[in-house]
């Protein structure tokens, strides 16, 4: 946070009870801050505040942030053209690896399926970024925009509905305050206090399975190709990373069910680099190292009601997706493109009305729907011992490259191009 802004935010705080803005995002995250940004691309003069618990990072210090942590995104076309209007795209795509190809195969099967950039005629079929450095760029880019108030560390500690919008009490620095809102965005990420605290429920599917993340280095180049590998035990994602097709490093994630993940996280580097490859094999060449590893417990968690009068829920507290097919955080980005485009056509109307959120909702219920379905069903087919997905499996993607729209579907939900996507 700049000085300036940092001075404005105490400042604010310091005037608690008269502290108003249009729009308060609670959740400085992945989502929290591309919300941000594409609010402000599409109405400079909307004042909105972001309130984020921890410290946000800047350029010296890339302080622990959980969105901002050692994975890497893969962020699929879709989402670049939204961040490239938002204006974050140039200096994102210093750290961006394009994906030229996607390498699809069910291990102990024949076959596989190769999605091609140059027979798609795009530039990459998508770029894979570090989380750090998403976090970095769009908080420094918030920090320029003058009609974006960053709090933070700063925690929302309760959201009351009020008659024309939401009241946040606001914790920082040991001091209490009080925002009021015409719009009140909960971001808060998939253990949401506040979506639990208005009552609002969510449909949980424990997956029984642990992501392990790390990044493994290569002794050859990965050339841009992006491998998924769906085994007995899981699926797993070696992304090319390095910011060119000559890198040799590969963000992985790796799917174990949760009772043996522990067991895994804790293998010494040379025992963990040989499980990898036993299961993974020889497609990048032999795995030479092992950076930090983290673990994620997956669940499909969908929130049962995502607008109110003056309230949505976004992100991860919205829905939270097994990363297989690395969609949850383009979804986001689309809910959030197509939640400002709405709010954009607010004209006399308060941004909080219940008839514009619901205008927004009907234009991206459906595309949550069958991106949750997608991610959720690749996941079973490929782990399930019942006949039928066993049936399925069983073709393996010999079948899939012989039925060419059934290869063009998973190109286009590769690509996040499946469903309309609102541009602002
Ligand atoms: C292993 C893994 C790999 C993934 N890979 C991909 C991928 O390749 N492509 C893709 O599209 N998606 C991917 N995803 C999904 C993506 O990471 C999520 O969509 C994204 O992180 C969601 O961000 P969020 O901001 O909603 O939530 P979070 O990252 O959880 O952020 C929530 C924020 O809210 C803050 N907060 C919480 N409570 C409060 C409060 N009361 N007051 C103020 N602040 C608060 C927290 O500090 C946090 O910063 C992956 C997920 C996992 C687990």
């Keep these: 946070m700049s000085e300036q802004q940092e001075q404005s935010s105490s400042d604010t705080l310091a005037s608690a009870d008269t502290l108003t803005t249009d729009i308060a995002i609670v959740g400085g995250g992945m989502v929290g801050a591309a919300l941000a940004s594409l609010f402000a691309c599409a109405n400079p003069r909307w004042s909105i505040t972001l309130i984020e618990a921890f410290p946000l990072p800047t350029e010296d210090a890339p302080a622990y942030q959980p969105s901002y942590d050692d994975r890497s995104t893969a962020i699929a076309h879709g989402s670049v053209a939204l961040l490239q209007q938002v204006g974050v795209w140039e200096t994102l795509s210093q750290y961006a690896t394009p994906i030229e190809q996607v390498h699809v195969s069910d291990k102990g099967h024949v076959g596989g399926a190769v999605i091609d950039r140059h027979k798609v005629g795009v530039d990459a079929l998508g770029y894979v970024v570090p989380n750090a450095w998403i976090g970095r760029v769009l908080i420094r880019h918030l920090q320029t925009l003058p009609n ?74 990965h050339q841009g190709v992006a491998y998924e590998r769906f085994t007995d035990e899981g699926p797993m994602a070696m992304l090319p990373l390095g910011g060119s097709v000559d890198g040799r490093t590969c963000a992985l994630v790796w799917t174990q069910p949760t009772e043996q993940a522990e067991e895994v996280l804790s293998l010494p580097d040379e025992e963990f680099l040989t499980r990898l490859q036993q299961r993974f094999g020889f497609r990048l060449g032999q795995l030479t190292g092992v950076g930090k590893r983290d ?54 109307r308060p941004l909080g009305s219940l008839s514009l959120l619901q205008a ?21 087919l490929f782990t399930s011992s019942k006949l039928p997905q066993a049936a399925l499996r069983g073709l393996g993607f010999v079948g899939l490259e012989c039925v060419p729209p059934a290869k063009q579907w998973l190109t286009l939900q590769t690509m996040g191009k499946a469903s309309r996507q609102v541009m602002l």
């Design 295 to 348: 673990s994620y417990p997956l669940t499909l968690s969908v929130a049962k009601e995502q607008i109110r009068s003056s309230l949505v829920v976004m992100g991860n507290a919205a829905h939270f997706l097994h990363p297989v097919a690395g969609q949850g955080f383009n979804l986001a980005v689309r809910d959030c493109a197509a939640l400002a485009a709405t709010l954009a056509q607010a004209g006399d």
């Design 360 to 380: 927004y909702w009907q234009q991206q219920e459906l595309d949550q729907q069958a991106t949750i379905h997608f991610s959720d069903q690749l996941t079973k």
């Design 148 to 221: 974006i108030t960053l709090l933070s560390p700063a925690k929302v500690n309760k959201l009351t509905p009020v008659a024309d919008g939401a009241r946040l009490q606001i914790q920082a620095e040991g001091q209490e305050s009080t925002l009021h809102t015409q719009l009140a965005v909960i971001a808060d990420g998939a253990h949401s206090r506040l979506r639990a605290s208005l009552g609002i429920d969510v449909d949980i599917q424990d997956y029984r399975q642990t992501a392990i993340i790390a990044n493994i280095g290569l002794a050859q180049p």
